[in-house]
């Protein structure tokens, strides 16, 4: 069209007037119809002393002692004034006093069926994370885990953490099941976890409770590496981060999840 234009008017102003000669430029033909509103305003350019401005002002505003915590405060005491220090010390405090204000739990209750309804289903609404631990007292894989869970209990307050001895929280349970762990969520049992091997066998520490915890979106963590590196975990677990778990498998995991859900707040006798 504005060839055939071009060509009917033998004018080049006109050409110039409605098509762009170089990339990024506007026209005549444009700004009119900007003026009429019928195409958008062209955006802003923002020149270069502009940016410049913005990145002196970045600099200048930019704190390295934002991001420390408390302990790595604590390594600076030879490289920053003490004044320095002791503000960003008193901020840390503040913001600790205000994590804990939030935090709701932090040790471990013991549960039974008559209150798991009201503890548990009812206690994880509105996105409240859960876990409960079932254990035997004569079991020792139990009695591993019983101190990582007390210590993630009092790393993690704003998650409850509970524990129950297994039969008489879910009746007939099976005690060669246990340790056995329920993570619920908005009321729904959303993970158990059986045995011990998936949070570190015999090496299990608080570390590992947490890393599993984090793997499954219950708690966010700082540990980089694996600490249940070199001990033996389920094949089931391995197969689920390689992608290649088979259709039993999956039911055998649903089926793990749904146990107590299917047996938990029912009459006995049901």
């Known amino acids: 069209a504005q060839a055939i234009l071009a060509q009917a008017t033998g004018s080049r102003a006109v050409v110039e007037g409605i098509?762009?000669?170089?990339?990024?430029?506007?026209?005549?033909?444009?700004?009119?119809?900007?003026?009429?509103?019928?195409?958008?305003?062209?955006?802003k350019k923002v020149s270069t002393n502009e940016l410049e401005k913005r990145a002196i002002e970045i600099a200048e505003n930019f704190e390295p002692l934002d991001h420390l915590e408390a302990k790595e405060l604590d390594l600076l005491e030879d490289d920053v004034e003490e004044d320095v220090l002791a503000k960003y010390r008193r901020q840390r405090l503040a913001e600790l006093k205000e994590r804990q204000k939030a935090a709701k739990f932090g040790t471990v209750e013991q549960v039974t069926l008559g209150d798991f309804v009201a503890e548990v289903t009812e206690g994880s609404a509105d996105g409240q994370w859960v876990l409960v631990l079932l254990y035997v007292d004569s079991s020792s894989a139990c009695h591993r885990l019983?101190?990582?869970?007390?210590?993630?209990?009092?790393?993690?307050p704003a998650v409850k953490f509970l524990r129950g001895v297994a039969a008489e929280v879910v009746p007939k349970f099976p005690d060669s099941s246990t340790p056995a762990v329920l993570l619920y969520r908005d009321r729904d049992c959303q993970k158990q976890i059986v045995g011990l091997d998936e949070w570190g066998g015999g090496h299990c520490n608080a570390d590992c409770v947490e890393w599993v915890l984090a793997d499954n979106g219950v708690v966010t963590t700082e540990i980089e590496d694996d600490p249940r590196r070199g001990a033996a975990l389920p094949v089931r677990r391995a197969l689920r981060r390689s992608g290649s778990e088979s259709s039993e498998e999956l039911e055998e995991a649903s089926l793990d999840r749904c146990y107590s859900s299917l047996r938990i707040g029912r009459p006995l006798g049901h």
């Open 146 to 156: 019983m101190a990582p869970w007390a210590e993630a209990a009092r790393r993690f």
């Open 19 to 43: 098509m762009a000669l170089c990339p990024g430029d506007t026209t005549q033909w444009d700004d009119i119809h900007r003026r009429l509103g019928n195409f958008a305003p062209r955006e």
